[in-house]
């Protein structure tokens, strides 16, 4: 089983912990406990971009001029270059809310503000295109603002790795963390809404099924622990990957006794009381390089993370 560095984070409880896990499925004894500060996610916080020299005239080495003509959402916008084609831009290691979700028109309306109509320097990665056939780049306004962390930084998006194209990376996951920790945007207790204030924590995730991951979904799950000392309803609250399609709701009815656990599989069962099943096909949810789980309450607040780190 691999190991990991996980880096738990209690929004609406007012805790942050970093725990190292093997991830066998044992609750993490040291939630509530003081962080280690030689803890491997240290990394995680660093900060290692320099913003490029610009000018008017010329991008700098390695990067294209364009035009910002539209924001479809908090991390794509369209461009159009000077030999007048237009190209949709994905910003790299970043994901904002989706159309519908809590924030989405925020991320959406901040990113506008601060591109639209302006000149932006593009910069590439490893990769050209997703499979939408996207440009896949690092964009920075012409006096030097990285947008891709901007938006990640105020609390409009989150740091999302997309390997190969991580070069950026330990700077995004960086400024979530202060963004988290300063409850910044989508990260504050009320973001999208009144906050429920339960103790309900995300207590250990398996995210390394044994075999093939994807073809032994229920070898994968997180498990949702209630520390309050009264029963709690998780009917509409919402567990989550970081990417724009994984969301399992909690059926109706659900409750959570004090102390108790309920393990959420990844896999297709019979929901019962210890045990619930996301039912996902096609593929497991969580990576194994790396992925954060996070638990919405009803309104869509942020009420706990767990990320890890492999």
């Known amino acids: 089983m691999a190991m990991a560095a996980v880096l738990v984070t209690a929004v609406g409880c007012g805790a942050e912990d970093v725990v190292s896990t093997a991830g066998n499925g044992d609750i993490p004894s040291t ?37 910002v003509v539209s924001v479809l959402d908090g991390d794509t916008i369209d461009v159009r270059f000077s030999d007048g084609t237009e190209e949709r831009v994905r910003l790299i290691g970043t994901n904002s809310p989706e159309g519908g979700e809590c924030f989405a028109a925020e991320a959406s309306d901040a990113l506008s503000a601060l591109v639209l109509g302006q000149e932006v320097w593009l910069e590439s990665d490893t990769s050209d295109r997703d499979q939408y056939g996207r440009l896949l780049r690092h964009v920075w306004t012409t006096d030097g603002v990285f947008v891709n962390a901007w938006t990640v930084e105020e609390g409009y998006a989150i740091a999302r790795d997309y390997p190969p194209d991580t070069s950026r990376s330990n700077e995004l996951h960086g400024v979530q963390q202060q963004a988290s920790d300063s409850g910044l945007g989508l990260w504050a207790n009320d973001a999208c809404g009144p906050s429920d204030t339960s103790y309900v924590v995300i207590a250990a ?26 029963v709690v309803d998780l009917t509409g609250w919402v567990l989550k990957d970081e990417s724009a399609t994984h969301r399992f709701r909690f059926p109706s009815g659900t409750t959570l006794e004090p102390g108790a656990t309920v393990r959420v599989f990844t896999g297709c069962g019979s929901d019962s009381a210890a045990s619930l099943y996301w039912c996902n096909t096609g593929s497991a949810v969580w990576n194994n390089s790396g992925d954060t789980a996070f638990l919405l309450d009803p309104a869509g607040n942020v009420v706990y993370t767990l990320a890890y780190d492999t």
Not at 38 to 65: C, H, I, K, Y
Not at 222 to 228: E, G, M, R, T, Y
């Open 205 to 230: 995730i398996e995210y390394d099924a044994p075999g093939d991951d994807n073809q032994n979904l229920n070898g994968e799950w997180v498990d949702i622990q209630n520390l309050d000392d009264v």
């Open 31 to 67: 939630i509530g406990a003081e962080a280690d500060s030689s803890s491997t996610t240290t990394s995680l916080l660093e900060t290692t971009t320099t913003p490029p020299t610009v000018s008017s005239a010329d991008p700098p080495d390695g990067m294209d001029r364009a035009t």
